[in-house]
């Protein structure tokens, strides 16, 4: 067998001749030019390797960074932040000495091709951000978006992604406690699978990836590497899905939850024993990623030998394994001294642990194949200094005639009976039904923390078992919205999170997004990103609560069909005693009902519009954060104090959809009336924002209402919990047991 | 002086830290016990946690039941010590032959989490004397492979004998013959059940309700009076 020369940097600077394949590896011809420059010569194969995975739109954010920027130019004032953009994830102040790290990402494209290990190693990915950071995770969330639910690849990705999710998830002994899931045509073909996980530390524990400090040692430890993943941080993100070009299958890495629970274990303890000087997680682009941002992140250089890489597969070529995206891998730096007690530990947990490299003090990484070096770069240029885009950005012609098209003027139901079907129609259909079947698939109840899970607003994890500190985390977004008015979309994402967390009695105090976003090519798709970007940096400015970190995911369409946009907004709250949640369910009979906030007739982009008419056209609802503060404010201060014993956020589906749920879950009616100046349709169904339907106990009548009305937020009483139906006086009754039937049935019969 | 119980850490238990939470709720002082530890430091009882022992990608505890600590446990239990097998605990139980049966793949094929109704069936055990028999419960039940099996002949026996210590109410949630959520060995120190009693000590945490301390409290009384 003849062997071609290694491919060192020596070699590379005698052949500056050979033709390398950069446009394969997804790189364009500015990018490459740029390389050389960088370089001063042709790359080695391994460094082309890594230049393409980490200047890939997944690793580099090159066409989203000049806009993101703003979350940090906007970031409010916040004593709460402890670590900001760019770590591995956000960390905030909760008190009592705790912090909590959080953060949603993507796993869209590899859970379109292959569902459930695609969605199954997006949690793995995000719970070893939370691990990276020093916590141990308390918590994951899954928003999730679908096709059609009726239509036939739904019924192939959906129960894949969730049995993938909970294969996962419940197997590390984390609780799923919140997300979404909806369905829309627009995401046929392209789902979306993001993934959020929180974690708890003490102060004193955060780590970050840095590698500093000449001679510590570079320890890699986990899974060994294998084939599986090459190339996919840059091919599955940077390319759309087209029947042309070969199947993208291989791509595509396959999780082992337990080997992640050891590695979860492991970390903890090496930590906790505080022989980590940094760390880093290998999730997209692997080794390479790890490599080069723990040493552009440090104080010196990095020098690794490749050859000590534990294989799964021995013919792996040095930038295979450079590029692999092996799953269940971490990577650590020890001072030298402490190198042996972290090997003890990592043995005491089965989990393999090799030294592969040590910190320098010079500048450059330095990666070794057999004797040879393959390597030579300043890791900054690999990590950091990638290429940034400012991509055109134009209004989309469409924009103007879809905003003119309101959905205010469908036709409405002309009769009571024809009210009552349509309350059925929306509390049945596929967005607005029960996903029990669904989130009955997760765990929600290990690590024995759990306060409130999904269905409720938010999810809620009790962190101090002395005191009762918590945290309660939301994640929201409406494509929908956000496609009739990407600014407003994103605000209305960001205010129904905000809201969900104080409707359960928690202070918001940090937002994570994950942006789901069509081609950046498309300088529509580019004024909807930029626009909406603006808009949740401008809302979070206005309501205090920073942008932690989060995720981009571009290239979310199939030929010209992008999806909506779609800003998928997580916050994150504290509450100081868990006891005093409040939750959706109604919890006594006779208790009055309240709703909170001012109601318009406003119907565009509806739940209504949508299930009744299958419209979408209008204008969003009307945004006012400062209302949104007081809502919270006011939701807040009624838990703390015990005048609420129940309480729901207004979104999407309107009022009804909400006093439907807490009927069901609190297996108790309610009878409603219309409220002076509003008419029955607009009652149920209206979707203005900064609302919620709260149950007050007859004792606390008096206090809630003066509480109020000092604060000047309007209130109306709209009826009372009785019975076992929801009866609106004068137009129609509905019993739980048919509304349990039409809100609970589908899902399954669909999907099952 | 109270009881001391011991609660197993495989490699891949989730609920270790539940359960002794649990204990500690009951007022026993709990003891963590390491797999490849063979010794069980003078426990009075012993808890298998659920979990997914050893990633059960083989069969949920074919591993676990091989382990150095469960040398001891099965030795131990044979004598009469206490033991509590939860969910993957339970499995492991079975796997040890310590409780009859085994558990299959749930018949629906899909993960279930839910809080489940129950009967207790036998309040005679270590762990259930402070139930009262026919007592219904509501106990979180979450797993993958909870179909209880047994061929027909020891299920006769485990009725006949009474040792179906807990069944499945309004709804079988994985397929178990003759709606079995939990059983006894003859002697009533061996105790296997699917659903989660650790999860449901606490008001407001998990299920919102107490349903499961009086496992806990059952095996503390029986420990401290004996």
């Known amino acids: 067998m003849s062997r071609t020369p290694l491919d060192t940097v020596e070699h590379a600077a005698a052949t500056p001749d050979v033709e390398l394949p950069w446009a394969e590896l997804g790189l364009k011809k500015d990018e490459y030019e740029r ?44 004593d709460a932040l402890l670590v900001g953009i760019g770590e591995n994830a956000g960390v905030v ?82 609780p799923n406690i919140g997300g979404e899931v909806v369905f829309d045509a627009c995401y046929q073909g392209n789902p979306l699978v993001n993934a959020g996980a929180i974690g708890v530390m003490r102060h004193e524990d955060i780590h970050l990836a840095k590698a500093s400090g000449s001679g510590n040692k570079v320890i890699l430890y986990g899974a060994r590497t294998g084939g599986d993943g090459i190339g996919g941080a840059s091919i599955l993100a940077s390319e759309t899905f087209d029947d042309a070009k070969p199947s993208k299958r291989p791509a595509v890495q396959v999780g082992d939850p337990f080997q992640e629970k050891l590695l979860i274990e492991c970390t903890l303890e090496a930590f906790k024993e505080k022989l980590v000087v940094g760390i880093q997680d290998l999730g997209a682009a692997g080794l390479s990623c790890a490599t080069s941002e723990l040493a552009s992140n440090g104080s010196g250089g990095m020098r690794v030998t490749l050859d000590d890489v534990p294989l799964r597969d021995s013919t792996l070529s040095p930038e295979e394994i450079l590029m692999s995206e092996s799953q269940e891998r971490m990577c650590a730096v020890v001072e030298p001294e402490k190198v042996d007690r972290f090997l003890e530990i990592c043995d005491k947990w089965d989990v393999i642990a090799t030294v592969i490299g040590e910190v320098t003090d010079g500048d450059r990484l330095e990666i070794y194949w057999h004797g040879g070096k393959i390597v030579d770069v300043d890791p900054r240029t690999v990590a950091h200094e990638g290429p940034v885009y400012e991509r055109p950005l134009a209004r989309p012609d469409w924009q103007d005639a879809l905003q003119a098209d309101d959905a205010n003027k469908l036709a409405r139901p002309a009769s009571s009976e024809e009210l009552r079907a349509q309350v059925l129609q929306l509390v049945g259909s596929p967005n607005q039904a029960s996903k ?39 994640t929201d977004g409406n494509g929908r919205y956000a496609k009739l008015d990407p600014y407003a979309g994103a605000q209305l994402a960001l205010a129904e999170a905000y809201r969900n967390v104080a409707t359960t009695g928690a202070k918001p105090l940090a937002v994570s997004d994950c942006l789901n976003f069509g081609s950046p090519e498309d300088p529509a798709v580019m004024w909807q990103f930029a626009e909406a970007i603006r808009g949740l940096a401008d809302g979070c400015q206005q309501l205090g609560t920073p942008v932690t970190g989060g995720n981009v995911s571009l290239y979310n369409q199939t030929g010209e069909a992008a999806i909506h946009p779609t800003p998928v907004v997580a916050v994150l709250g504290v509450i100081d005693d868990v006891t005093r949640r409040t939750p959706v369910a109604f919890q006594e009979e006779g208790q009055l009902l309240y709703l909170l906030g001012d109601t318009r007739e406003e119907f565009s982009g509806s739940a209504w519009s ?54 069901l879950l609190g297996g108790k009616g309610a009878r409603l009336v219309v409220p002076d100046g509003l008419d029955a349709f607009t009652l149920l169904f209206s979707e203005s924002a900064g609302r919620a339907v709260v149950a007050v106990p007859r004792s606390e009548e008096v206090r809630f209402n003066d509480m109020c009305g000092a604060r000047g937020l309007p209130v109306t009483r709209i009826g009372v919990v009785d019975g076992d139906t929801v009866e609106l006086q004068g137009e129609f009754e509905l019993s739980l047991q048919e509304l349990r039937e039409a809100h609970e049935g589908t899902i399954e019969a669909l999907l099952a | 002086m109270t009881a001391r119980i011991g609660v197993v850490t495989f490699p891949g238990s989730l609920d270790d830290r539940d359960t002794q939470r649990a204990i500690r ?46 040398e001891t446990v099965i030795e131990q239990a044979k004598a009469g010590l206490p033991v ?130 009086p496992f806990f409290t059952s095996i503390l009384k029986k420990l401290v009076t004996a």
């Not at chain 1, 928003?143 to 590390?172: E, Q, S, W």
């Not at chain 1, 204008?619 to 404010?633: H, Q, S």
Request: proline fraction near 5%; charge should be negative.
């Open chain 1, 35 to 78: 390389i050389l420059e960088i370089l001063g010569r042709r790359p080695t194969g391994a460094e082309l390797a890594m230049y393409s995975v980490m200047w890939s739109e997944h690793c580099s954010y090159k066409s989203s960074k000049v806009h993101l920027r703003q979350f940090g130019e906007k970031a409010p004032q916040s």
């Open chain 1, 93 to 174: 102040d909760v008190g009592q000495g705790y912090a909590v790290t959080f953060k949603v990402e993507s796993h869209n494209h590899p859970s379109y091709v292959e569902p459930y290990q695609g969605a199954a190693t997006g949690v793995g990915g995000i719970v070893r951000d939370i691990i990276a950071m020093g916590a141990r995770p308390v918590a994951v969330v899954d928003p999730l978006r679908f096709g059609a639910a009726d239509h036939p690849d739904t019924k192939r990705v959906l129960p894949g992604v969730v049995a993938g999710i909970g294969g996962y998830g419940n197997c590390l002994g984390l």
């Open chain 1, 436 to 474: 029990k079947w669904i989130t009955s698939q997760y765990d929600h109840f290990v690590q024995g923390n759990t306060v409130l899970a999904q269905p409720e607003d938010s999810g809620m994890i009790r962190i101090d078992e002395e005191s009762g500190l918590g945290v309660a985390i939301a």
């Open chain 1, 610 to 663: 949508q299930v009744v008419h299958d419209h979408l056209g209008g204008l969003p609802p009307k945004v006012d954060l400062e209302r949104e503060r007081l809502l919270g404010e006011i939701l807040i201060s009624a838990s703390r104090d015990g005048m609420i014993d129940s309480a729901h956020d207004l979104s999407d589906g309107g009022l009804i959809q909400a006093v439907v749920e807490s009927a």
């Open chain 2, 25 to 70: 709720l009951a007022g026993a002082e709990p003891v963590a016990l390491w797999h490849k530890d063979k010794n069980l430091h003078q426990v009075d009882a012993v808890v298998l946690p659920g979990g997914f022992s050893y990633g059960d990608y083989l069969r949920a505890g074919a591993i676990s039941r091989f382990s150095p600590v469960m």
């Open chain 2, 84 to 213: 509590l097998g939860i969910c993957n605990g339970f499995q492991v139980l079975t796997e040890a032959h310590l409780l009859p049966g085994g558990m299959l793949g749930n018949d629906h094929l899909h993960f279930i989490c839910r809080d489940q109704k129950l009967r207790v069936e036998n309040a005679d055990t270590a762990w259930t004397a402070d139930y009262s028999a026919g007592q219904e419960i509501h106990i979180p039940l979450k797993n993958m492979d909870g179909r209880y099996v047994a061929d027909r002949y020891t299920l006769d026996e485990l009725e006949a004998e009474g040792r179906v210590a807990f069944r499945y109410l309004d709804f079988n949630p994985n397929g178990s013959l003759n709606d079995i959520a939990g059983i006894t060995n003859e002697a009533g120190n061996v105790v296997g059940l699917m659903p989660h009693p650790e999860h449901a000590v606490e008001p407001l945490i998990g299920s919102g309700r107490t349903d499961g301390l």
